[in-house]
């Protein structure tokens, strides 16, 4: 069974402050991994990564995969308070679809 | 560029009522999904559609049906409404299928309440 755990669950940090969130997975038929954002409505995609060890960034925003320990990173630095959202981490499987993790809660306080 | 469009937004609905949620996107995407989102659960697929003319159950179909009238359009039915199908439900879609490497688009989603 396709499992994906995210920590932590939830997270409150200043402005400013740096942080990252983590997402293990077990899958069959690994082909790469999505990050979502979802403030108050959709989760909007932020990344795909496919292949180990290539940081993808946007912004303040970056993230990189480690297909080898099954498991993923999304960095935030310099916080603020619009990063205020659920995270949410989706491997892709060639067999079925997406499994999302239950997200990290990020509340950044001014 | 509408996206994926669900209707309606909002709904408040007695136990025992028979209910539609309509999803459609104008991105001309093979693959379609419903999902609900309840507190610490995450999002969970009900059913998805890997292209016009399948369905597929995910991982919490029961008490739910669906149907994909065409590409653009998948619905979901909820024939006899309990309290327990109080939530949040998105729809999604994504161009090539399922396990290929493309991120699917969600639309802003349904808040259904069960009384």
């Known amino acids: 069974e396709d499992k994906v755990v995210q920590s932590p669950l939830s997270l409150v940090v200043h402005e400013g402050d740096t942080v990252t969130l983590n997402c293990s997975y077990e899958v069959t038929n690994f082909r790469s991994l999505l990050w979502y954002k979802q403030e108050k409505k959709a989760p909007t995609f932020l990344f795909m990564l496919t292949s180990s060890g290539i940081e993808k960034k946007s912004g303040r925003l970056s993230s990189i995969l480690d297909k080898k320990e099954l498991f993923s990173i999304l960095n935030i630095t310099a916080t603020q308070t619009g990063d205020s959202a659920v995270y949410l981490c989706a491997p892709v499987s060639g067999n079925t679809p997406l499994v999302f993790g239950k997200g990290t809660r990020l509340s950044v306080i001014a | 560029n509408a996206g994926v469009t669900q209707t309606p937004k909002f709904q408040v609905l007695k136990t025992g009522q028979s209910m539609t949620l309509q999803c459609a996107q104008d991105m001309n995407h093979n693959s379609m999904y419903w999902y609900r989102q309840d507190p610490g659960m995450g999002l969970r697929l009900i059913y998805y559609?890997?292209?016009?003319?399948?369905?597929d159950k995910g991982e919490v179909p029961n008490g739910y049906n669906v149907s994909r009238l065409n590409k653009r359009e998948f619905s979901l039915r909820l024939e006899s409404a309990a309290p327990s199908q109080t939530s949040v439900y998105f729809c999604?879609?994504?161009?090539?299928?399922?396990?290929?490497?493309?991120?699917?688009?969600f639309g802003d989603g349904t808040r259904l309440s069960i009384l």
């Open positions: 559609s890997a292209s016009e003319g399948t369905t």
């Open positions: 999604a879609s994504s161009g090539q299928g399922i396990g290929i490497n493309q991120p699917q688009h």
